[in-house]
């Protein structure tokens, strides 16, 4: 006598709108939406809720990227559901939905999306990974925050009317500058006391940005980085900084099965539109890694100094093309470059195209 057949188990599809303080939660089955509601920002509400109503269901959730980060696709993952993090520009959204946009319209916009199986998660790194990025990037918003003090001690100076010599007005700040910047004569009293303030938080701004910087640049020699690091150093104009920020915001270069895909991450793909006998191509697309994307122009500036080769091949470009466009082309070989180093985990040898 043959056993019956198991019951497969519902299907639920939960759309969430994250939010500090609560979380809008839409809950679809194949067939009917079952609920919209608000709940507590907690992974264990929902739980909750759902062993008590759907006991034993397959649970398919999905919520948007934001500065929340990760931790609640770990929490929700660590229960046995399968979570997505999505990039909100991917989510479906009709003309009714963006005229009419609040949290519960966003999250069953989310959970019709998940059961249509027309979202795609985004990379969840390890938290290793995550916490390396999180220091990288600490150090960038500390070299921003330099930026700023230094322009607020300059205004101070075009404030008063006292020109700076020319020899120190460049961004590059000696200590003979700040020597100056310390015993100049101003008008009063008190504009002196708020410039020796400011110069007491960049001095604190830059013991710790170097600092930090010299803890960023021990991360390529940890074990974990060391080989990959090693690679990437052998392509001209990828120096200690930009190897430490590649290698924690892409992890593992075997989640790209193309250049494409890769470039795409990055962000060096132009707009196309292609109709009939049209076929426009135009500026450089707004989804992209930013910094990364930033950062690889800056080392192709430095590539075509170190490389006969890029150093040729800008030449050409600027023939019919502005310097900057044509530093975005050396950019996007960089990139391919990188790309294929990691890939085949082999170093690049200078003159030789890849």
Not at 103 to 128: E, Q, Y
Not at 213 to 218: C, F, G, N, Q
Not at 260 to 279: A, L, V
Request: hydrophobic share 35%.
């Amino acid at each position: 006598m043959n056993s019956p057949s198991a019951v497969e188990p519902l299907k639920l599809y939960v759309g969430i709108d994250v939010h500090k303080k609560q979380w809008s939660v839409s809950i679809f089955t194949e067939a009917a939406h079952h609920r919209t509601f608000s709940q507590p920002p907690s992974p264990e509400a929902l739980k909750a809720y759902i062993d008590k109503n759907f006991p034993g269901a397959a649970v398919t959730c999905a919520y948007e990227a934001t500065k929340l980060g990760y931790w609640i696709y770990r929490r929700l993952t660590a229960f046995g559901y399968v979570c997505l993090v999505v990039n909100a520009a991917d989510v479906p959204t009709s003309d009714r939905d963006s005229t009419s946009k609040t949290d519960p319209v966003d999250s069953r916009k989310i959970a019709k999306a998940l059961r249509g199986n027309l979202l795609t998660s985004v990379h969840v790194p390890n938290l290793v990974t995550e916490g390396d990025r999180q220091l990288f990037r600490y150090r960038k918003r500390l070299q921003a925050d330099q930026t700023r003090v230094k322009n607020r001690i300059k205004d101070k100076f075009l404030f008063t009317g006292i020109p700076i010599p020319e020899e120190f007005d460049n961004p590059n700040w000696s200590k003979r500058f700040l020597q100056w910047l310390r015993k100049v004569q101003l008008p009063d009293a008190s504009t002196r006391l708020t410039l020796d303030r400011l110069l007491e938080q960049y001095d604190f701004l830059h013991k710790h940005f170097l600092k930090v910087s010299v803890e960023v640049r021990r991360l390529q020699r940890e074990a974990r980085y060391r080989k990959q690091a090693r690679l990437l150093r052998t392509i001209p104009g990828i120096g200690p900084l930009t190897t430490v920020e590649l290698l924690c915001e892409i992890e593992d270069i075997n989640r790209f099965c193309s250049f494409k895909k890769f470039n795409g991450f990055i962000g060096f793909r132009p707009y196309s539109h292609s109709s009939g006998e049209h076929d426009w191509r135009g500026s450089l697309t707004y989804r992209r890694h930013n910094a990364l994307r930033s950062s690889l122009i800056e080392c192709a500036w430095s590539a075509i100094q170190k490389d006969p080769l890029l150093a040729q091949r800008y030449n050409e470009l600027k023939q019919r093309l502005t310097g900057k466009r044509s530093i975005i082309i050396i950019a996007r070989k960089l990139t391919s470059k990188i790309y294929a180093v990691l890939k085949n985990q082999t170093p690049y040898r200078i003159g030789l195209t890849t």
